[in-house]
């Protein structure tokens, strides 16, 4: 008997497990690394052909009994998108500030590869579900185009926007078929929630993280030479130390893909408060050490103990990274 629980077991998890295993050594891998955005695109397009070629035979086949098809078209679908999301998920890891709401979304994408590692999971909670299996596409759609599009030199928030749009676009020919609708209709249903959708991810776009942008090295430091920071601070300091100083500098090291350029802006904070804005020059991607710039603060209140930050933002709200340093009175 317990062989037969065994092979029953294996039968219905084993092809998971080694699923898990290989999307975690790729991570491990690959986690230094930006995904090809060949590879991405070329997978983002069989899969949205796989979609609509499942959705438009599915009711075919299934009238025949032809269960082998289906089966097919899902688990190739499931097997795309998830080697879409293992592609990404470093990228989002390295842009993603785990102290801040921005690690919400990278939860969702994690949450979501996991459910197409294991078959069990997808096929009882995506796969009965139309709108679950729309929702899953959607998202991964959405997620790999934010990620693809500065590869190819497209900023940031437009990529946001953009990829937002896209993924709902997407979806035009299985609302056409759901709903029975003609192409126009089916087309204007979708560009009305593609304009919902770029909205939302305007509104949220502190909350996503500005994928590939990563903090390749940053510092909080009394000064700086051949742009390199001295005298780095390793925790608290006081008051009185930081008057005989006469300020601090953050320093920060910004990698993004060759060719994109991104202006970034340092915002100083004190318990969470905005105390000084600095506009830096635009990042140049390309460097793997990344785009190394700073800001200096001189004019610190006459109390300035409590917790400091920095963060580093994109000029349009997406946070990059976070320096921390604390002050004692």
């Given at each position: 008997m317990s062989g037969l629980r065994t092979g029953h077991f294996l039968r219905r998890w084993g092809v998971s497990f080694a699923s898990l295993s290989g999307g975690l050594a790729t991570l491990f891998v690959f986690r230094r690394g930006l995904p090809h955005v060949g590879w991405i695109i070329g997978y983002l397009l069989l899969a949205?052909?796989?979609?609509?070629?499942?959705?438009?035979?599915?009711?075919?086949?299934?009238?025949?009994?032809?269960?082998?098809?289906?089966?097919?078209?899902d688990y190739a679908v499931q097997t795309l998108l998830h080697g879409v999301l293992l592609f990404i998920l470093p990228a989002y890891y390295a842009s993603t500030t785990l102290t801040s709401l921005n690690a919400i979304f990278l939860g969702l994408l994690v949450g979501l590869a996991l459910l197409a590692t294991f078959d069990p999971w997808f096929g009882a909670l995506v796969q009965p579900r139309t709108w679950a299996r729309h929702a899953f596409f959607f998202l991964a759609?959405?997620?790999?185009?934010?990620?693809?599009?500065?590869?190819?030199?497209?900023?940031?928030?437009?990529?946001?926007?953009?990829?937002?749009?896209?993924?709902?676009?997407?979806?035009t020919p299985l609302i056409r078929r759901g709903w029975a609708l003609s192409w126009s209709r089916a087309l204007r249903v979708t560009l009305g929630a593609a304009v919902v959708a770029a909205t939302v991810a305007t509104l949220a776009r502190w909350a996503i993280p500005p994928a590939p942008l990563a903090l390749a090295g940053a510092a909080i430091a009394q000064g700086i030479a051949d742009w390199e920071p001295i005298d780095?601070?390793?925790?608290?300091?006081?008051?009185?130390?930081?008057?005989?100083?006469?300020?601090?500098v953050a320093y920060t090291a910004i990698y993004a893909p060759a060719g994109l350029s991104q202006p970034v802006?340092?915002?100083?904070?004190?318990?969470?408060?905005?105390?000084?804005?600095?506009?830096?020059?635009?990042?140049?991607?390309?460097?793997?050490?990344?785009?190394?710039?700073?800001?200096?603060?001189?004019?610190?209140?006459s109390n300035p103990a409590g917790r400091w930050s920095v963060d580093v933002v994109t000029t349009s709200g997406q946070l990059v990274g976070r320096l921390r340093f604390q002050v004692l009175p």
């Open positions: 949205w052909l796989l979609v609509i070629l499942s959705a438009l035979l599915r009711d075919a086949w299934q009238a025949r009994g032809w269960k082998l098809p289906v089966r097919g078209a759609l959405f997620g790999a185009l934010n990620v693809a599009l500065p590869l190819v030199r497209v900023p940031p928030f437009p990529s946001l926007v953009t990829s937002a749009t896209v993924a709902v676009l997407a979806l780095r601070v390793i925790g608290p300091i006081t008051a009185a130390q930081l008057r005989e100083w006469g300020g601090l802006e340092h915002v100083w904070r004190l318990d969470g408060r905005p105390v000084t804005v600095v506009r830096l020059s635009p990042v140049l991607g390309g460097r793997r050490e990344g785009f190394r710039t700073y800001s200096r603060k001189t004019g610190f209140p």
